[in-house]
Protein backbone atom coordinates (compact mmCIF):
# COMPACT_ATOMS: atom_id res chain seq x y z
CA UNK A 1 0.00 0.00 0.00
CA UNK A 2 1.38 3.40 -0.67
CA UNK A 3 2.40 6.11 1.52
CA UNK A 4 -0.53 8.07 0.83
CA UNK A 5 -3.16 6.00 0.94
CA UNK A 6 -2.21 4.88 3.99
CA UNK A 7 -2.53 8.08 5.69
CA UNK A 8 -5.64 8.91 4.02
CA UNK A 9 -7.51 5.55 5.83
CA UNK A 10 -7.32 7.17 9.22
CA UNK A 11 -9.02 10.28 7.95
CA UNK A 12 -11.88 8.54 5.86
CA UNK A 13 -12.85 6.24 9.07
CA UNK A 14 -12.25 9.52 11.28
CA UNK A 15 -14.68 11.36 8.91
CA UNK A 16 -17.02 8.24 8.80
CA UNK A 17 -17.30 7.58 12.17
CA UNK A 18 -18.18 11.83 12.49
CA UNK A 19 -20.73 11.37 10.16
CA UNK A 20 -22.64 7.98 11.33
CA UNK A 21 -22.72 9.74 15.04
CA UNK A 22 -24.16 12.97 13.70
CA UNK A 23 -26.70 10.88 11.89
CA UNK A 24 -27.77 9.44 14.79
CA UNK A 25 -27.81 12.53 17.41
CA UNK A 26 -29.78 14.19 14.57
CA UNK A 27 -32.62 11.21 13.93
CA UNK A 28 -33.20 10.61 17.78
CA UNK A 29 -33.12 14.83 18.08
CA UNK A 30 -30.91 14.53 21.17
CA UNK A 31 -30.83 17.59 22.99
CA UNK A 32 -27.22 18.62 23.46
CA UNK A 33 -27.29 18.39 19.85
CA UNK A 34 -29.89 21.33 19.32
CA UNK A 35 -28.05 23.63 22.24
CA UNK A 36 -24.65 23.13 19.88
CA UNK A 37 -26.97 23.25 16.69
CA UNK A 38 -28.53 26.75 18.72
CA UNK A 39 -25.22 27.89 19.82
CA UNK A 40 -23.52 27.96 16.56
CA UNK A 41 -26.68 29.40 14.78
CA UNK A 42 -26.75 32.63 17.24
CA UNK A 43 -23.68 34.31 15.64
CA UNK A 44 -25.78 34.59 12.43
CA UNK A 45 -29.51 34.79 12.92
CA UNK A 46 -29.07 37.59 15.49
CA UNK A 47 -28.31 40.29 13.08
CA UNK A 48 -31.39 40.51 10.02
CA UNK A 49 -31.13 42.76 7.43
CA UNK A 50 -33.11 43.25 4.12
CA UNK A 51 -29.59 43.40 2.53
CA UNK A 52 -28.61 40.04 3.97
CA UNK A 53 -31.41 38.58 3.74
CA UNK A 54 -31.20 38.88 -0.17
CA UNK A 55 -27.93 38.33 -0.31
CA UNK A 56 -28.18 35.07 1.15
CA UNK A 57 -31.51 33.96 -0.68
CA UNK A 58 -29.71 34.71 -3.82
CA UNK A 59 -26.74 32.43 -3.04
CA UNK A 60 -29.33 29.81 -1.82
CA UNK A 61 -30.91 30.09 -4.72
CA UNK A 62 -27.72 29.90 -7.24
CA UNK A 63 -26.29 26.86 -5.02
CA UNK A 64 -29.97 24.67 -5.06
CA UNK A 65 -29.67 21.01 -6.15
CA UNK A 66 -32.08 21.50 -8.77
CA UNK A 67 -29.29 23.86 -10.05
CA UNK A 68 -26.42 22.02 -9.06
CA UNK A 69 -28.09 18.90 -11.39
CA UNK A 70 -28.03 21.91 -14.49
CA UNK A 71 -24.60 22.31 -13.62
CA UNK A 72 -23.89 18.65 -13.81
CA UNK A 73 -25.45 17.96 -17.17
CA UNK A 74 -23.94 21.36 -18.31
CA UNK A 75 -20.41 20.33 -17.22
CA UNK A 76 -20.39 16.74 -18.72
CA UNK A 77 -22.47 18.20 -21.94
CA UNK A 78 -19.25 20.32 -22.33
CA UNK A 79 -16.96 17.59 -21.87
CA UNK A 80 -18.49 15.24 -24.59
CA UNK A 81 -18.77 17.97 -26.75
CA UNK A 82 -14.98 18.42 -26.72
CA UNK A 83 -14.34 14.75 -27.01
CA UNK A 84 -13.65 14.39 -23.26
CA UNK A 85 -16.36 11.48 -22.94
CA UNK A 86 -14.44 9.69 -20.36
CA UNK A 87 -14.42 12.28 -18.07
CA UNK A 88 -18.32 13.51 -19.01
CA UNK A 89 -19.38 10.16 -17.80
CA UNK A 90 -17.07 10.13 -14.96
CA UNK A 91 -18.39 13.68 -13.71
CA UNK A 92 -22.18 12.67 -14.54
CA UNK A 93 -22.28 9.24 -13.12
CA UNK A 94 -20.67 10.43 -10.03
CA UNK A 95 -22.55 13.39 -9.32
CA UNK A 96 -25.99 11.48 -9.78
CA UNK A 97 -24.32 8.62 -7.24
CA UNK A 98 -23.69 11.33 -4.72
CA UNK A 99 -26.91 13.17 -5.22
CA UNK A 100 -29.00 9.57 -4.72
CA UNK A 101 -26.59 8.97 -1.62
CA UNK A 102 -27.65 12.40 -0.03
CA UNK A 103 -31.10 11.70 -0.65
CA UNK A 104 -30.93 7.90 1.16
CA UNK A 105 -29.41 9.62 3.99
CA UNK A 106 -31.83 12.42 4.00
CA UNK A 107 -35.36 9.78 4.89
CA UNK A 108 -32.54 7.25 6.85
CA UNK A 109 -32.21 10.24 9.24
CA UNK A 110 -35.54 11.83 8.52
CA UNK A 111 -35.20 15.36 10.38
CA UNK A 112 -37.38 17.88 10.36
CA UNK A 113 -36.53 21.24 9.49
CA UNK A 114 -35.66 24.13 11.99
CA UNK A 115 -39.40 25.57 13.30
CA UNK A 116 -37.60 28.78 14.44
CA UNK A 117 -36.08 31.97 12.63
CA UNK A 118 -37.24 30.61 8.97
CA UNK A 119 -36.18 32.97 6.60
CA UNK A 120 -37.24 30.62 3.06
CA UNK A 121 -39.73 28.09 2.69
CA UNK A 122 -38.49 24.35 2.49
CA UNK A 123 -39.30 21.19 1.76
CA UNK A 124 -38.44 17.82 2.73
CA UNK A 125 -35.93 16.89 5.21
CA UNK A 126 -32.46 18.89 6.67
CA UNK A 127 -30.34 15.98 7.07
CA UNK A 128 -27.52 16.71 5.53
CA UNK A 129 -27.88 19.90 4.04
CA UNK A 130 -28.04 19.26 -0.06
CA UNK A 131 -26.76 22.72 -0.87
CA UNK A 132 -23.86 22.40 0.59
CA UNK A 133 -23.25 18.35 -0.64
CA UNK A 134 -24.35 19.59 -4.55
CA UNK A 135 -21.50 22.46 -3.79
CA UNK A 136 -19.45 20.07 -2.89
CA UNK A 137 -19.68 17.96 -5.72
CA UNK A 138 -19.75 20.93 -8.34
CA UNK A 139 -16.86 22.24 -7.05
CA UNK A 140 -14.79 18.68 -6.60
CA UNK A 141 -15.50 17.84 -10.08
CA UNK A 142 -14.45 21.79 -11.39
CA UNK A 143 -11.37 21.58 -9.85
CA UNK A 144 -10.26 17.93 -10.87
CA UNK A 145 -10.93 18.62 -14.13
CA UNK A 146 -10.24 21.61 -14.59
CA UNK A 147 -6.74 23.17 -12.61
CA UNK A 148 -4.63 20.62 -13.08
CA UNK A 149 -3.85 22.32 -16.48
CA UNK A 150 -3.28 25.33 -14.76
CA UNK A 151 0.65 26.43 -15.17
CA UNK A 152 1.17 28.36 -12.02
CA UNK A 153 0.50 27.37 -8.43
CA UNK A 154 -0.79 30.60 -7.63
CA UNK A 155 -3.30 30.00 -10.29
CA UNK A 156 -4.52 26.98 -8.48
CA UNK A 157 -4.12 28.42 -4.91
CA UNK A 158 -6.51 31.43 -6.09
CA UNK A 159 -9.27 28.76 -7.43
CA UNK A 160 -9.01 26.68 -3.69
CA UNK A 161 -9.73 30.36 -2.15
CA UNK A 162 -12.53 31.18 -4.36
CA UNK A 163 -13.86 27.24 -3.87
CA UNK A 164 -13.63 27.75 -0.75
CA UNK A 165 -14.96 31.25 0.04
CA UNK A 166 -18.12 30.07 -2.53
CA UNK A 167 -18.66 26.86 -0.03
CA UNK A 168 -18.64 29.17 3.41
CA UNK A 169 -21.30 31.52 1.52
CA UNK A 170 -23.18 28.71 1.03
CA UNK A 171 -23.03 27.20 4.64
CA UNK A 172 -23.93 30.51 5.95
CA UNK A 173 -26.75 31.00 4.10
CA UNK A 174 -28.53 28.16 4.67
CA UNK A 175 -27.90 28.52 8.58
CA UNK A 176 -28.58 31.97 8.18
CA UNK A 177 -32.22 31.61 6.41
CA UNK A 178 -33.53 28.80 9.16
CA UNK A 179 -33.06 26.23 6.37
CA UNK A 180 -30.48 24.39 8.36
CA UNK A 181 -29.32 23.56 11.75
CA UNK A 182 -25.25 23.73 11.86
CA UNK A 183 -25.04 20.14 11.79
CA UNK A 184 -26.79 19.41 8.58
CA UNK A 185 -24.18 22.04 6.94
CA UNK A 186 -21.58 19.93 9.07
CA UNK A 187 -22.86 16.17 7.37
CA UNK A 188 -22.99 17.85 4.10
CA UNK A 189 -19.50 18.96 4.28
CA UNK A 190 -18.44 15.23 5.50
CA UNK A 191 -20.76 13.29 3.23
CA UNK A 192 -18.76 15.85 0.73
CA UNK A 193 -15.06 15.12 1.85
CA UNK A 194 -16.62 10.72 1.61
CA UNK A 195 -17.69 11.40 -1.88
CA UNK A 196 -14.97 13.10 -3.33
CA UNK A 197 -12.71 10.34 -1.98
CA UNK A 198 -15.22 7.63 -3.69
CA UNK A 199 -14.88 9.70 -6.48
CA UNK A 200 -11.58 9.89 -7.18
CA UNK A 201 -10.88 6.46 -6.74
CA UNK A 202 -13.57 5.47 -8.78
CA UNK A 203 -11.90 7.99 -11.90
CA UNK A 204 -8.65 5.86 -11.09
CA UNK A 205 -10.10 3.01 -11.44
CA UNK A 206 -12.25 3.29 -14.42
CA UNK A 207 -11.05 6.16 -16.25
CA UNK A 208 -8.33 4.16 -18.18
CA UNK A 209 -11.58 1.86 -19.47
CA UNK A 210 -13.74 4.64 -20.21
CA UNK A 211 -10.48 6.46 -22.82
CA UNK A 212 -10.27 2.95 -24.39
CA UNK A 213 -13.81 2.37 -25.09
CA UNK A 214 -14.87 5.77 -26.01
CA UNK A 215 -12.52 8.17 -27.26
CA UNK A 216 -11.06 5.54 -29.14
CA UNK A 217 -13.69 4.31 -30.57
CA UNK A 218 -15.24 7.06 -32.34
CA UNK A 219 -12.00 8.05 -33.81
CA UNK A 220 -11.63 4.47 -35.31
CA UNK A 221 -15.16 4.29 -36.88
CA UNK A 222 -14.32 7.65 -38.32
CA UNK A 223 -11.06 6.28 -40.17
CA UNK A 224 -12.51 2.78 -41.08
CA UNK A 225 -13.13 1.64 -44.42
CA UNK A 226 -15.59 -0.03 -45.77
CA UNK A 227 -14.63 -3.45 -47.44
CA UNK A 228 -14.13 -3.27 -51.11
Known sequence: MKPQKKHRLPALFTVTVCLVILALL????????????HWLAYPL?????PTRTFMFRLISVIAQPTFALIYAILLAGG?????????????????????????????????????????????????????????????SLLLYLFTKSLPHL?????????????????????????????SDTVAGLLLGYLWLRAALWSHHQ??????????????NMRHARKPK
Open 26 to 37: AHFQVTPLQVVD
Open 45 to 49: QTKVT
Open 79 to 139: LWYFHQRAAAVWSGTTFLAGAVISWLLKHLVARPRPTTHVLTSETGYSFPSGHVFTAVMII
Open 154 to 182: WQRAGCLLLAGIWLGLVLCARIYLGAHYP
Open 206 to 219: FNPWLQTHLEKAPT
